[in-house]
């Protein structure tokens, strides 16, 4: 059973910080292109950051410079550290996995900015 377990949301003030962390189980994680994905109420779900199977990463433009995803291979967790964080941020984040040639994804984990 494929599992994606996402931690570290919570509410934080305008230019604060916040690290999401996805503890992937039941995937062949090195095997695996991992991604954050977010969504807020009446919009789409859209990438965040996305990081390959070799480390590769890109980023949505509204996060570059910002935002910093990376892997532990060895712990199967995949994070995102988010600082400078804007009010625009406020979503739910969620964990995705593509191992091919399936894709999954996690429950999500609020991330609030507000003052």
């Known amino acids: 059973q494929v599992q994606l377990v996402e931690s570290g949301g919570g509410l934080v003030q305008p230019g604060g910080s916040l690290t999401l962390s996805c503890a992937a189980s039941?995937?062949?994680?090195?095997?695996?292109?991992m991604g954050w994905y977010r969504q807020t109420p009446g919009k789409q779900r859209e990438v965040v950051a996305r990081i390959t199977t070799d480390g590769s990463t890109v980023y949505t433009d509204s996060v570059k410079g910002r935002f910093t995803i990376s892997r532990d291979n060895a712990k199967n967790t995949v994070y995102l550290q988010m600082n400078r964080l804007k009010l625009e941020d406020t979503a739910v984040y969620y964990c995705?996995?593509?191992?091919?040639?399936?894709?999954?994804w996690g429950q999500g984990t609020p991330v609030t900015v507000s003052s």
């Open positions: 039941g995937i062949v994680f090195s095997g695996s292109a």
């Open positions: 995705n996995a593509y191992w091919p040639p399936r894709t999954y």
